[in-house]
T-cell receptor, first 111, second 113 residues
Framework: GENVEQHPSTLSVQEGDSAVIKCTYS??????FPWYKQELGKRPQLIID?????GEKKDQRIAVTLNKTAKHFSLHITETQPEDSAVYFC??????????FGGGTRLMVKP | NAGVTQTPKFRILKIGQSMTLQCAQD?????MYWYRQDPGMGLKLIYY???????DKGEVPNGYNVSRSTTEDFPLRLELAAPSQTSVYFC????????????FGDGTRLSIL
């Protein structure tokens, strides 16, 4: 089955700096890669996603890149703010019906 | 349009008791999922369903049962609660077309003492 590895597990940045979270996946048939943000005590919420026919997607301060050859994708957050502090999960869909999650990254943005 | 609704939000059970966690969605989604999330950890898939009358096991199904009699509802049942089942349970749904995101409910926080 699919295996998704996520790094780093924790990330601390100063407000205004950029943050990058990386994920690798194992199933070359995977074709959809969402990213979720989970604040403490709340549900995971979709923040951005990318499909396998696209190499990069941006939404304001958030961007995701995908390298299908290397089987890795990354989340980039620019101009970080304290409200960006949360746990971020990458995920991968393959041809099946299940979403495989990475282990999560705890992002802390210091004011 | 309420999205994915889970009840109850909190529950404390004694060892050996049983209960049903409710999940309902009003988006006419075919696919529904149950996850558990232990403190400080990621999401583990318990069961999922691709439509009414169809269910399948995920990564950690032992100790749980599900049913899907309607498109809207996907209840999760714990028959003999054990301390290892203390966790936060999330239900999610997604549309049946390919490459669609899952939408999560607010979760049920379950403690078994």
């Amino acid at each position: 089955g699919e295996n998704v590895e996520q790094h780093p597990s924790t990330l601390s940045v100063q407000e205004g700096d950029s943050a990058v979270i990386k994920c690798t996946y194992s199933d070359s048939a995977s074709n959809y890669f969402p990213w979720y943000k989970q604040e403490l005590g709340k549900r995971p919420q979709l923040i951005i996603d990318i499909r396998s026919n696209v190499g990069e997607k941006k939404d304001q301060r958030i961007a995701v890149t995908l390298n299908k050859t290397a089987k890795h994708f990354s989340l980039h957050i620019t101009e970080t703010q304290p409200e960006d502090s949360a746990v971020y999960f990458c995920a991968s869909y393959n041809a099946g019906n299940m979403l495989t999650f990475g282990g999560g990254t705890r992002l802390m943005v210091k004011p | 349009n309420a999205g994915v609704t889970q009840t109850p939000k909190f529950r404390i059970l004694k060892i050996g008791q049983s209960m049903t966690l409710q999940c309902a969605q009003d988006m006419n989604h075919n696919y529904m999922y149950w996850y558990r999330q232990d403190p400080g950890m990621g999401l583990k898939l318990i069961y999922y369903s691709v439509g009414a009358g169809i269910t399948d096991k995920g990564e950690v199904p032992n100790g749980y049962n599900v049913s899907r009699s309607t498109t809207e509802d996907f209840p999760l049942r714990l028959e003999l609660a054990a301390p290892s089942q203390t966790s936060v349970y999330f239900c999610a749904s997604r549309a049946g077309t390919s490459n669609q995101p899952q939408h999560f409910g607010d979760g049920t926080r379950l403690s078994i003492l």
